[in-house]
Structures are given as C-alpha cells and as structure tokens.
C-alpha cells in the first residue's frame, strides 16, 4: 500500500521510516501540488520547540494552512499530523482503514520538554507571534487532533512555562553541572590513555619503518645472492680460459720442438 507524506520545512525522516517498517510504501512530496489524490496523505508539522529543533524556523505553518483547502478538495484522504505527538501504530491503521479507532494505549502524548529547550521556544514565540498563531490553527484543523482523539495544543506556551519552572531549571543546571564534572573526571583519565596511543602510534611506525628496511635488506641480499652466483660462473669461464691457455701453450711449444728437429735434418741432408 502506498501513503504520501508532505512535511514542507520539516524532517520526517523517521516518520517515512515508521511507515516503512509498517510494509507502506512511502512517497514524499517536494511539492503539494504533485500529491495524487487516489492515495492517502499525511501533512506533517510541528510544534514550536519541534520547528527548532529541526531547523524548521521559516513559513511552514504558513504554507501548510495555505495549502490546506486545496488538499481537502483534491485529495481522497488527508489528515495533520503533530510530529511533536504522534502515534505511528494510530497512523497506520489510518492509512489502512480511515474508520479505525485509536485504542487507549495508541493515543499520542507530548514529551516533556527539556527546561533551557522550553525556554528558548518561548523566547522565540514571544518575537515570532505569528508562528503560534499558525500553529494554533493547524491543531484546532479537524483533520489535526480530532483524529488523534487528543485535545487540541492551544496553550503549548503554559507546557513550555511549566517545563521551564525555577525548580526544573535549577535541576537541569545542576545536571549538566554533574556532566560536565563527570566529562572533566573522564577527560582525567583518558589522558595517560592518549600517552600510550601516542607511544603505541609511534612505535607502530617505527615497527612500519623497520619492516621497510628488513624488505630492502632481503632485495639486497637476493641481488648479492645473484652477484655472487654470476661471480662463480665468471670464475668457472676464467678457469677454463686459463686450462685452454695452457694447453694452446703446450701445443705451440710442441709445435716449436718439431719445427727445430726438422730444420737439424734439412741441414744434415743438405750437408
């Protein structure tokens, strides 16, 4: 079964793989206008501390609504989706069959924000108004949290002001705190543990250095094994050389003797 996925200005990444895990295949859009209206559709959006965590800080809610009644008079099936709270089980049975209903245990839940998180939605929000009131209309949408059987998220500023509480910023503050010290104190110790990678890296190069040379002095050895072998056969040719040199030698000397009686027995016989 084939679903699409529209999530302008957003990471859907691990939606598109939840759907997939689920055997749906998944067609992401690049453009809503592309979306073809015999499939199901999912608009994917945020909530504010969702846009900045994913770097979605631009006109998304803007082109969502924008785009919304289009859509709905195109599209066979469409529904929102709260990528901050959402139910991947509730949303493949959607996509399998509209008339489902969401079990108890499916119901999506907001996460509790991290408190420094929480606080710098709201900063954001307080400069950027118009961004919650985007977001506002998209969760009261009866394609939004209707379908997710959740009250829609029109107060996310009082969940970002309850997770951001003095005692919960003090608490975070003091576990990062405790991070740091426990990084500082394993830092501490990695630092013999760094030596000896440093020793153990240059040992492993003077061993490479080593074996290099060992390489050379076993080419070396094979060219002297050669030397020597092509010094023994010259040696061989010399000797031989030096038995046919004596053998010439004698022959010429015998050679001579005759030369000499033959000449004494012209001169007697000439006598």
């Known amino acids: 079964m084939q679903i699409q996925i529209w999530a302008p200005g957003l990471d859907a990444a691990w939606l598109t793989d939840g759907q997939v895990q689920a055997h749906l295949q998944v067609l992401p859009l690049a453009d809503p206008a592309l979306a073809r209206a015999e499939l199901p559709l999912l608009l994917a959006y945020a909530d504010p501390l969702g846009r900045l965590a994913s770097q979605g800080a631009g006109e998304h809610g803007g082109a969502l609504l924008a785009a919304l009644p289009q859509l709905e008079r195109s599209a066979s099936r469409c529904r929102l989706v709260n990528l901050s709270c959402v139910a991947l089980p509730a949303l493949v049975a959607w996509a399998v069959d509209p008339c489902a209903g969401v079990p108890a245990e499916a119901l999506p839940r907001f996460a509790v924000p991290d408190p420094f998180e929480a606080l710098l939605a709201i900063a954001w929000l307080q400069e950027h108004p118009e961004q919650l009131q985007a977001y506002q209309a998209l969760e009261a949408h009866a394609l939004a949290a209707a379908l997710d059987g959740r009250p829609p998220d029109l107060d996310c500023l009082a969940r970002y002001q309850q997770a951001a509480n003095l005692n919960a910023l003090l608490a975070a503050r003091q576990e990062r705190a405790a991070l740091e010290a426990d990084l500082a104190e394993l830092a501490k110790q990695l630092e013999p543990l760094q030596e000896r990678q440093l020793e153990a890296l240059a040992l492993r190069e003077q061993l490479a250095l080593l074996q290099g040379r060992l390489q050379q002095a076993d080419v ?29 030698e004698q022959l010429v000397s015998a050679g001579s003797d005759a030369s000499l009686r033959l000449q004494g027995r012209l001169a007697q016989a000439l006598a």
């Open 220 to 248: 070396l050895q094979e060219r002297c094994s050669e030397l020597q072998l092509s010094l023994q056969a010259q040696q061989l040719d010399l000797e031989q050389l030096a038995r046919r040199l004596a053998l010439l």
